[in-house]
């Protein structure tokens, strides 16, 4: 027996040639820039190239990629390789912007220790006076300080907390 002829065309080699069909041409375009987007992204990751690639598409519209951005690869280029003070500048405004941070969370810190702090020393001086039933966060006054806001969450707290503990013992006298 002879061996069945295939039925399809398989992968085909397109000839390079503008598509005079614009519909055929604009939709060529749009599957085929991703392609391109994403070569040139595996480019830059697996090898560590900076790359560019700004493309129009039939209807005008710009397409852009960039690694690490499109602006930093072309004022690249266009200084001829050389590193710019405007790029200078943007990693001077980096490390600030990391510094401003770190010293925020610092500042954080310490205000979490001192809040520890505070509380630690009010828990042992309720103990030492023997109150400890005073300890406890339902004996706690309400702070004149809430907003309203604040108000209304500690009391739809209050109340999420009564439904969960009538609930809790409803199930065990069910039992």
Known sequence: MAEAKKKTLGRRRTECKIIENKAAREVTFSKRH???FRKASELAILCGAEAALIAYSPHGNPFVFGHPSPDAVIDRYLSGG???QASEAAEAAVVRAIDE???QYEEAVSKLEEARRVGIEAGKRRAAAGNFDD???WNEDVDDSMGAEELGYYVGSLQRLM???ADRVDSKTCV
């Open 34 to 36: 991703r392609g391109m």
């Open 82 to 84: 050389v590193v710019t």
């Open 101 to 103: 941070h770190k010293k």
């Open 135 to 137: 300890r406890m966060w």
């Open 163 to 165: 439904e969960m503990v």
